[in-house]
């Protein structure tokens, strides 16, 4: 079992940033890949970006290229997303995954909101 715990979440102006973290526990060790989705209100749920935990390189959707990073801090299990240049098109609640051996595990979620 993997347990996975965002943070980071909340409220940004137009053109803010906001960081998200998603803490990983358990069995992290076979762990091959972390990342995020996203799901507003009446839309399915949006890969929003990837990150192999071995190295490699991160995907992205392409509506937040260039504005948003994922990267991973392994010595501390855990992934980020940073959100820069955000528009109100970013507000969603925000749930980490990680994949291991197979079996796609989540976090309870995070929203952010993006309104002046």
């Known amino acids: 079992q993997v347990q996975l715990v965002e943070s980071g979440g909340g409220l940004a102006q137009p053109g803010g940033s906001l960081k998200l973290s998603c803490a990983a526990s358990?069995?992290?060790?076979?762990?091959?890949?972390m990342g995020w989705f996203r799901r507003t209100p009446g839309k399915e749920r949006e890969f929003v970006a990837g990150?192999?935990?071995?190295?490699?390189?991160?995907s992205y959707t392409d509506s937040v290229k260039g504005r948003f990073t994922i990267f991973r801090d392994n010595a501390l299990n855990t992934v980020y997303l940073q959100m820069n240049s955000l528009n109100s098109e970013d507000t969603a609640a925000y749930y980490c995954y990680a994949n291991v051996l197979g079996v796609r595990y989540w976090g309870q979620g995070t929203q952010v909101t993006v309104s002046s």
């Open positions: 990150i192999p935990w071995s190295g490699g390189t991160a």
């Open positions: 358990g069995r992290t060790f076979d762990t091959s890949v």
